[in-house]
């Protein structure tokens, strides 16, 4: 058997090659790909685009849960039982019924939740206790 010498003709089997001007070019298969990772310069660019950003995921709310109003407004009855319980309204009235000085802020708060106090009781149609009238 001879040996036959390899060649690179494609031979009357093959596709016959394509033009030039119809193969796809290189430069538009090598590259970065548009629309793959970060923008660039990412890092260092201003404020002002990242809070453009924020504020379109600000207008989704991200909370979950109800959504039905709740009633803000207390009821005489709920607003009383407050100035019974607080205790620091207490402790001032013990200093001032002691001859203790108030501070003004202290005196302001001391006056402003017994007048609340004092409009409550009226609107509730309680009676003070003789005591509590006659110190004021």
Known sequence: MTRRKKTRKAGPLAQPKTPRETRPTDAASKGKKIGKGQAPGQRHSSTKVLQQSKTKADEKDPRHGSRRKVALVMTPEQELKQLQEDTKLQLLVERFE???????????????????????????????????????
Do not use: F, P, V
């Open 98 to 136: 002691n001859d203790e000085s108030l501070t003004a802020e202290e005196q302001r708060y001391l006056d402003e939740k017994s007048e609340r106090y004092e409009q409550l009781i009226a609107k509730l149609g309680y009676e003070l206790d003789e005591e509590w009238d006659d110190e004021e």
